[in-house]
T-cell receptor, first 115, second 115 residues
Framework: DAGVIQSPRHEVTEMGQEVTLRCKPISGHDYLFWYRQTMMRGLELLIYFNNNVPIDDSGMPEDRFSAKMPNASFSTLKIQPSEPRDSAVYFC?????????????FGQGTRLTVV | RKEVEQDPGPFNVPEGATVAFNCTYSNSASQSFFWYRQDCRKEPKLLMSVYSSGNEDGRFTAQLNRASQYISLLIRDSKLSDSATYLCVVTRGVNYGGSQGNLIFGKGTKLSVKP
């Protein structure tokens, strides 16, 4: 399996522009997570899905952020309009429901810079 | 109080040393616990799950104390390759479909092993 695939790996955009981050989870995984990582705040859970349904979006910072999962193999995180404080590494992760302690696998992340 | 708290370090230790990290969590309903490792500019990867009875994997030992709500990681005979940030992870106490999907990360403890 190719693992969790995120695109793009790097994104530099101007303030006010729309940014779309993409994620393909591991096949057969029914959980998908979006995280944001900064030096100041560490890894923050933004939203997670189970069977394509958003379960907890309490970590989404503002209405400028939205996430979708139209099918089991694809999810997007959109920021519109983007601001410099959105600059961070955005990780997508997926895992499979299991009896206990199943591992979450992370993509390589998208490094977003908003100037 | 943060959901998951860790000493950020850095812990600077010589090769061969034994080093221990602690982590506290605030939600007594959390069910699953993990240690992840993150190398510089890389994605987090599972190091080990933490079971109630404690568990060992080679030089690594993880322990859970539910009464005091803390988790520990002990690394014996540390190697240069152990240099990384170690992330404590717990599930948030929200049940959906019989399992806790959320994975909440601490900010991590940085370990630097020197020759």
């Amino acid at each position: 399996d190719a693992g969790v695939i995120q695109s793009p790996r790097h994104e530099v955009t101007e303030m006010g522009q729309e940014v779309t981050l993409r994620c393909k989870p591991i096949s057969g995984h029914d959980y998908l997570f979006w995280y944001r990582q900064t030096m100041m705040r560490g890894l923050e859970l933004l939203i997670y899905f189970n069977n394509n349904v958003p379960i907890d979006d309490s970590g989404m910072p503002e209405d400028r952020f939205s996430a979708k999962m139209p099918n089991a193999s694809f999810s997007t995180l959109k920021i519109q309009p983007s601001e410099p404080r959105d600059s961070a590494v955005y990780f997508c992760a997926s895992k499979r429901t299991g009896a206990r302690n199943t591992e979450a696998f992370f993509g390589q992340g998208t490094r977003l810079t908003v100037v | 109080r943060k959901e998951v708290e860790q000493d950020p370090g850095p812990f600077n230790v010589p090769e061969g040393a034994t080093v221990a990290f602690n982590c506290t969590y605030s939600n007594s309903a959390s069910q699953s616990f993990f240690w992840y490792r993150q190398d510089c500019r890389k994605e987090p990867k599972l190091l080990m799950s933490v079971y109630s009875s404690g568990n060992e994997d080679g030089r690594f030992t993880a322990q859970l104390n539910r009464a005091s709500q803390y988790i520990s990681l002990l690394i014996r005979d540390s190697k240069l390759s152990d240099s990384a940030t170690y992330l404590c992870v717990v599930t948030r106490g929200v049940n959906y479909g019989g399992s806790q999907g959320n994975l909440i990360f601490g900010k991590g403890t940085k370990l630097s092993v020197k020759p």
